[in-house]
């Protein structure tokens, strides 16, 4: 953001007129217009401020804002009224002045509003605290309760101030408010009973009609509808952009916070009431005897109504109504009032009622706004008086008013200069007079004691005998003719006897601010401001506090035959008072301007702004305060703005402020006729000088710029060049470390590679020198070898040829025979003398050897496998072996023997009792004991036997008994014979001629048949003393039986058998067996 030093920076137009050049009335609206149309609403005249009224919000009242003007001196920022505000509290603060704020302008310019801006400004810049807040609260919300009772809507303003308003703000020595005091003046009250068209009568009325509630307005017998009462202008009831329903209940409020209590509040809402009632009170003309007009009340419930409303009795103001009372010396005369005089009456009491009413308010607000403290105060006034007004129709009010501004231009003429006059002599320059307009003698017209205006009028009202308008214009005429700037047809002065612009019953005062035509009729009327006795007196009658209290001179006790002072005596004196009251303040004017007349913003009508220019003076307030020197400055601020100018003040100046200026004014040449040191400020006569000094500073901080530009700019080139610099050798260290550990690790592979080839071609080198020794030892070898065995050949060559090859062979063939043993051991099967498998031969020559060792390693196995077994288990298998031997591939019986074990004894003859007796008689030990079948030589049937077989005999017994049936020797046996097939049949043959054969041979089945025969067998081979018993295997043999010899046959049995072998005796000579075929 920018920061800003001084008014002169960014100026629109000229932000002070007294820097207009040249300064002429354009020029000048030029500037205001300029201004304007940027939105620069105020324009300085040296320490004034003029204020355009923009017609619309301007974001220039914000919080932010106060803080940007609060403690900054006046000049060094735009121009504002927070700066006004700020240098007004600032020198009441600080250095003790009472200050006070003069705002005027035309109604509508925006005094009351540049009045509320300079109290809030103020209440955000003093001190804050729980008390001074309640203060600050109570002082602006007064402002609220007096623009709802005093504002009105006009042509010129929605919320015209109709009475001029002083408040004094009073503050401790901190600066902090303590209360204020407020003094009104001159309430336009004629607005009461009638408002021009297009205007509103006080705000109050429709504030109470449209905000109260239904209650109050039921209390105050009243209803919601405008037109129900006389009073109230209809045409502009209701104003766009007011809300009186709020506006009500703000006023409410505000009244609150300023301290009315609910009863007062009350009270005032019944007085409004009062006298919208009473406008409608109406008369009608009522003819009496004496043939006078009499005056009767038309409808008598409105004025009931109101009686009730102000306690009054209802015939006693009824007759106030018809009657006034005239005394005069003692002498008490009754006379009655015609229709016109009872409105009249009626009016006057409204008017009267009303603007008590209004003057009790503001003491009211007074009593609760006051100083505590009884300290001293510093006060701060602030004045919204009503503006110099010109209508078509001017009458008292406006006179008044004018006059009012008459006197506060003159005091503003009057302080400015004087504040001039007193800042020359402070700063010690020589003071030269100014010519000037002095409106002290349109003053002196119009409140001259002796002759003037006002004291005419007064003299007329005063006077006995019939008093008009036209009288008292008579009197003006004469008296006040000569003076220059009274103007009257009828006037002495002959110069205005043909000037049509001025009527007859007017006359015409040349203000300080133009001319104004004003009609006579009504001043002396509104001069005397009367109120008929009887009315004061009824009011006074009132059961009602307020009313009593507004109407003190109705006290029949205190009746005072003496005038009331006129209206015009009142302002005048109070005028006075302000006036003095003003003096002894230093002021700040705050000059409103309204830039159109249609309330409108953006829109600037020049020659509106023209005329006020002009009545306000303000041209005339330039050349005051140009006339002696234009522009003034405290030295160390000049010297601050302009040290840049000058080679020796520039950068710093090391000695006073003052030298400092005048070396920089030296050195610039400025002519010694355009400025003057003062004690602390420089005086500039010409604004000419101080735009030549801002062009030159302007020009100057173009080329500090460029010059600061330059030098940064080169500033920045450089450090950037420097931070460039840097960092590249950084990036070029970094980068050279980069390349050279690239290089590093290139030049340390390359290396390594070569390293390793070399390596690799050395070691290569090396192994093929390696290789090459070992062959060349190998060779030397060889050929050592050779050559050695060619040696040992040569040697041996005579036996070599004979055994080498024998030799030779053997050798090889030891070698290849040790080679195949080791191999066929290692590779052995298993001891088990089933194991079938045998290593493959490795080489065919030797296929004899090697299945001889598969033989042997057989053998030895099973010898082996033999060598483990006890001497029973060796006979079992020896005769195993011999059934072997016997039977094997030629009975079929045989393989089914092979698991089956030879018991021997299977029936245990010895441990069973029952053979008891058969086994002692067979003495010898029982190598074989088993049941057998023998086969009956007749039929073929067999019975059992038991068989025995001893060393020496074969016994056959009963299984039964074991009676012996048969003991045949072995030496009796000649053969036995069994079949090739799978029964168990066998027959004993017996050596023909043996003592046993007498019986026949025997024919026997076992299941033992292999073991019994190779016992037999066995048992025969064994006997030295026998021969070998013959085992005779075929299916076909014969039997001896007794003397037969029987044909034993053996065929294949038919299915029809079953599985069992049958034997049949055939014939005699045969015997068949049948066999179940073998599966
Ligand atoms: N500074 C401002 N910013 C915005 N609007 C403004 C400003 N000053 C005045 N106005 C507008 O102009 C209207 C009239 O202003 P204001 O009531 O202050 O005039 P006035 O000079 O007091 O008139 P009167 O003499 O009739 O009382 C205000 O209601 C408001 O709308
Ligand atoms: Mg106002």
Known sequence: MEVKTSLLDNMIGVGDMVLLEPLTEDSFLENLK????????????????????????????????????????????????????????????????????????????????????????????????????????????????????????????????????????????????????????????????????????????????????????????????????????????????????????????????????????????ELVAAVLKLGNIEFKPESRCNGMDESRIKDKNDLKEMCELLGTEQSVLERAFSYRTVEAKMEKVSTTLNVAQAYYARDALAKNLYSRLFSWLVTRINESIKAQAKTRHKVMGVLDIYGFEIF???????????????????????????????????????????????????????????????????????????????????????????????????????????????????????????????????????NNDLLYRDLSQAMYKANHSLIKQLFPEGNPAKVNLKRPPTAGFQFKASVGTLMSNLQSKNPNYIRCIKPNDKKASHVFNGSLVCHQARYLGLMENVRVRRAGYAFRQAYEPCLERYKMLCKKTWPHWKGRARQGVEVLMTDLQVPAEEFSYGRSKIFIRNPRTLFFLEEKRKQCLEDLATLIQKIYKGWKCRSHFLLL???????????????????????????????????????????????????????????????????????????????????????????????????????????????????????????????????????????????????????????????SELFKDKKALYPSSVRQPFKGDYLEISKNPKYQKLSSAVDEKILLADVVNKINRANGKGSSRLFLLTKKNVVLADQKTGQLKANVPLADLASVSTSTQTDGFFALKLKEGSASAVKGDFLLSSDHLIEIITKLHRIGSMAADREKLNIDISDEFLVQFKQDKVCVKFIQGSPKNGNSVSCKRKNNRLLEVSVPASS
């Open 392 to 526: 078509e129709d001017n009458s008292f009010e406006q006179f008044i008013i004018n006059y009012c501004n008459e006197k506060l231009q003159q005091i503003f003429i009057e302080l400015t200069l004087r504040e001039e006059q007193e800042e020359y002599i402070r700063e010690g320059i020589e003071w030269t007079n100014i010519e000037y307009f002095n409106n002290a003698v349109i003053c002196d017209l119009i409140e001259n004691n002796q002759n003037g205006i006002l004291a005419m009028l007064d003299e007329e009202c005063l006077r006995p005998g019939t008093v008009t308008d036209e009288t008292f214009l008579d009197k003006l005429n004469t008296i006040c003719a000569d003076h220059q700037h009274f103007e009257s047809r009828l006037s002495k002065n002959s110069k205005f006897l043909n000037d049509h612009s001025l009527p007859h019953n007017c006359f015409r005062i040349q203000h300080y601010a133009g001319k104004v035509l004003y009609r006579v009729e009504g001043f002396v009327d509104k």
């Open 725 to 883: 610099k840097k960092s590249q050798v950084v990036v070029a260290s970094w980068f050279r470390r980069y390349a050279q550990q690239k290089k590093y690790q290139k030049i340390k592979h390359a290396t390594t590679m070569v390293q390793s080839y070399t390596r690799g071609w050395q070691a290569r080198k090396l192994l093929r020198k390696l290789k090459y020794q070992k062959k060349c030892e190998e060779a030397v070898t060889t050929i050592a070898a050779f050559w050695h065995g060619t040696q040992v050949r040569r040697e041996y060559r005579k036996f070599f040829r004979a055994n080498a090859g024998k030799k030779i062979y053997n050798f090889t063939i030891q070698r290849i025979m040790q080679k195949y043993f080791l191999g066929l051991k290692s590779k052995l099967p298993s001891m088990s003398p089933i194991d079938k498998t045998w290593p493959a031969r490795p080489y065919s020559f030797l296929d004899g050897v090697h299945a001889e060792l598969r033989r042997i390693f057989h053998l030895w196995r099973c010898k082996k496998y033999r060598s483990q077994f006890t001497e029973e288990k060796k006979a079992v298998y020896e005769e195993k072996l011999e059934a």
């Open 34 to 269: 300029k201004r304007f149309d940027h939105n620069e609403i105020y324009t300085y005249i040296g320490s004034v401020v003029i204020s355009l009224n923009p017609y619309r919000s301007l974001p220039i009242y914000t919080p932010d804002k106060v803080e940007e003007y609060r403690n900054r001196n006046f000049y060094e920022l735009s121009p504002h009224i927070y700066a006004l505000a700020d240098e007004a509290y600032r020198s009441l603060r600080d250095q003790d002045k009472d200050q006070c704020i003069l705002i005027t302008g035309e109604s509508g310019a925006g005094k009351t509003e540049a009045s509320k801006l300079v109290m809030s400004y103020v209440a955000a810049v003093c001190g804050k605290g729980q008390e001074v807040n309640k203060v600050k609260e109570q002082l602006l919300q007064s402002n609220p309760v007096l623009e709802a009772f005093g504002n009105a809507k006009t042509v010129r303003n929605d919320n015209s101030s109709r009475f001029g308003k002083y408040m004094d703000i009073e503050f401790d020595f901190k600066g902090d408010p303590l209360g204020g005091v407020i003094s009104n003046y001159l309430l336009e009250k004629s607005r009461v009973v009638k408002q021009p068209r297009g205007e509103r009568n006080f705000h109050i009325f429709y504030q109470l009609l449209s905000g109260a509630s239904d209650d109050t307005l039921k209390k105050l017998k009243l209803e919601r509808d405008f037109s129900k009462y006389n009073y109230l202008s209809l045409d502009s009831a209701t104003v766009s952009g007011l809300d009186d329903a709020a506006n009500f209940r703000t006023v409410r409020n505000a009244m609150q916070i300023v301290g009315f209590m609910e009863d007062e509040m009350q009270s005032v809402l």
